[in-house]
């Protein structure tokens, strides 16, 4: 660990800082209705928008009709990815000739770039056509994210308001948050990545003969497009097969930074919006201490494992950290700091190889992943508000109180639904990982024996389940039954997350609001950050155990020990 290194850390940590208040303050005026700087552009198009809907700005939804309205968009946008598909190979903008992708991969990766999990078992300059990475891929990294967003502003209405039966429209908020939030940064972004060396074009492959006389194929396409939404919807699949680890996604240190910053910018501010919501801004800062805790934490143990280096390879002498699946240019600092953001806000974009991350350092990612959606874009804040929720029930069994949160009182219904969101996709990551490990259909896709074999598995499962999307890549998911399973897992980590959500949302919006006593448990000071982080650590142990158990930790003393697997 150097101080470089630490500094760089400290850079990201301290814009994100700055960026929370005032991305907040202007999220909301977005999802109040308020007037923006924005509103005389976007305000027209906005209209039209509803009107071909057929809905209103001011009409709002009962949380069935909202929750039924989301899960209609979602089957459309599956629909959709999957047909784009299987016929660009008849479709425009293909110079590459590509055929009709697979059926099950076209079935996983359909559903996981609709339910913003962005996990891809293809490759995609060999893959996908520019039609469909424009129309299908680069649409569903708005649209999802989006979605997400609206599942959070739903649940922030719900502790918002008192006696109502509204949560909202889904449309109204699907819309503002693809024009006034997402599209106005992605242009921008877009530019400016443009500029930094990130293509954007429609070309056709580029043919080159290499030093040593070999031909080899250049790809290329509207990437620049593609990389700024994939990172600020904390979507995070890649344009290339390496992801952002390729030189044409992330090219420089700045669009690095800008990558980093991208991801977190959204997440953040929603904590804000939140505080700005409920009328206690401190409240939305006790959000973001709790996210903020697990972030250092792990970026500190990760960065401390990646400098520590390998000790199988310090006994033939070779000292230093280990920059084993890492890009010189980033080292290990900005490598270990990428592996803790975009699996701590569940994104799945990757700058560096996860499967060469040292056992304790491949620890931290695959714990960041089975905390359910804990700062991604929108699902960050409603992943928190369930820990908040199981928070205060402890806490009241412990005094012997009903427990309240900001005025409303946290009963059955809503630890119940709090409970089934956050064990459903426990329930996948376990599941399907112990068909994987006892079927022939699993065992033979698994690269590595031992522990790592394992935790290939577990990642997989545990990236799929908590919308995450990134990989150790040791494994061979691209088979009909990894894409199956790891389908079915995406499904069960988006839809028992937000579905059980907007039923807590309409649960507490219906609620009147009680007035705070003696006995209300104070929800803004030190002591209930280290409750909610502690039921957190608790709940991501339901998974984190097996893996503790059986992977990176026993691959760590076999390692200290000198064996190999």
């Known amino acids: 660990m150097t101080f470089n290194g630490l500094l760089q850390i400290a850079i990201l940590f301290g814009l994100t800082i700055l960026l929370v208040k005032p991305v907040g303050g202007y999220l909301t005026r977005v999802f109040t209705g308020e007037r923006t700087f924005l509103s005389p552009v976007i305000a027209p198009v906005e209209r039209g928008l509803y009107r071909l809907a057929g809905t209103h700005e001011k009409e709002e939804q009962h949380s069935t009709v909202y929750t039924a309205s989301l899960l209609m968009f979602s089957i459309a946008g599956f629909v959709v990815l999957y047909l784009l598909q299987r016929f660009q190979g008849v479709l425009p903008y293909n110079p590459a000739g590509m055929q009709a992708v697979e059926p099950t991969s076209a079935f996983n990766t359909a559903i996981s770039f609709m339910t913003n999990t962005n996990w891809q078992g293809y490759?995609?300059?060999?893959?996908?056509?520019?039609?469909?990475q424009m129309v299908g891929i680069t649409v569903q990294n708005f649209v999802s994210a989006a979605v997400g967003i609206a599942g959070a502003m739903a649940i922030t209405?719900?502790?918002?308001?008192?006696?109502?039966?509204?949560?909202?429209?889904?449309?109204?908020?699907?819309?503002?948050?693809?024009?006034y939030v997402l599209l106005p940064i992605c242009i921008i972004g877009t530019l400016?990545?443009?500029?930094?060396?990130?293509?954007?074009?429609?070309?056709?492959?580029?043919l080159a003969t290499t030093l040593e006389g070999a031909r080899q194929t250049i790809a290329q396409g509207p990437v620049a497009s593609q990389m700024i939404i994939k990172h600020l919807g904390t979507n995070g699949?890649?344009?290339?097969?390496?992801?952002?680890?390729?030189?044409?996604?992330n090219p420089t240190a700045l669009t690095n930074l800008i990558h980093l910053l991208s991801i977190f910018v959204i997440s953040t501010a929603m904590t804000n919006v939140f505080g700005r919501m409920v009328g206690n801004q401190r409240q939305g800062w006790v959000l973001f201490a709790v996210f903020g805790v697990l972030v250092v934490l792990g970026t500190s143990v990760l960065y401390w494992a990646e400098a520590s280096g390998n000790p199988l390879m310090q006994v033939l002498g070779v000292v230093g950290g280990n920059m084993e699946?890492?890009?010189?240019?980033?080292?290990?600092?900005?490598?270990?700091?990428?592996?803790?953001?975009?699996t701590a806000a569940s994104t799945g974009a990757v700058n560096n190889m996860h499967d060469s991350l040292m056992p304790l350092g491949g620890l931290v990612p695959l714990f960041n992943m089975q905390i359910p959606n804990l700062g991604g874009i929108g699902a960050g804040i409603?992943?928190?508000?369930?820990?908040?929720?199981?928070?205060?029930?402890?806490?009241?069994?412990m005094v012997g109180r009903t427990p309240e949160y900001l005025g409303k009182k946290i009963e059955a219904k809503e630890v119940k639904m709090s409970l089934l969101a956050t064990l459903g996709p426990s329930l996948a990551i376990l599941g399907f990982a112990a068909l994987a490990v006892v079927l022939p259909q699993g065992l033979s896709s698994i690269q590595d024996a031992?522990?790592?074999?394992?935790?290939?598995?577990?990642?997989?499962?545990?990236?799929?389940?908590n919308n995450n999307g990134s990989a150790f890549a040791g494994l061979n998911a691209n088979t009909p039954f990894y894409n199956l399973t790891i389908g079915f897992a995406m499904l069960m980590g988006?839809?028992?997350?937000?579905?059980?959500?907007?039923?807590?949302?309409?649960?507490?919006?219906a609620k009147k609001t009680v007035p705070a006593s003696a006995g209300t448990l104070p929800t803004t000071g030190p002591l209930f950050v280290g409750l909610v982080f502690g039921v957190t650590m608790i709940v991501g142990g339901l998974t984190f155990f097996p893996a503790l158990a059986l992977g990176p930790v026993v691959e760590h003393f076999a390692m200290l020990s000198g064996q190999l697997f």
Not at 161 to 170: D, E, L, P, Y
Not at 325 to 336: C, D, P, T, V
């Open 382 to 397: 409603y992943g928190m508000l369930l820990f908040f929720i199981l928070a205060i029930f402890i806490a009241g069994l």
């Open 494 to 509: 988006r839809f028992l997350l937000i579905v059980p959500v907007l039923a807590i949302a309409g649960s507490l919006a």
């Open 325 to 342: 699946g890492k890009e010189a240019r980033f080292g290990i600092a900005l490598s270990a700091l990428f592996s803790e953001v975009t």
């Open 192 to 206: 400016v990545l443009v500029w930094q060396g990130v293509p954007q074009n429609l070309n056709d492959y580029t």
């Open 237 to 249: 699949g890649g344009f290339f097969n390496a992801n952002s680890a390729h030189p044409f996604e």
């Open 157 to 179: 209405r719900g502790f918002a308001r008192s006696s109502s039966n509204t949560i909202g429209n889904f449309w109204v908020d699907l819309t503002r948050a693809t024009l």
């Open 450 to 465: 031992g522990p790592h074999g394992f935790s290939e598995v577990l990642y997989a499962y545990s990236s799929g389940a």
């Open 123 to 132: 490759a995609g300059e060999s893959t996908m056509s520019y039609f469909t």
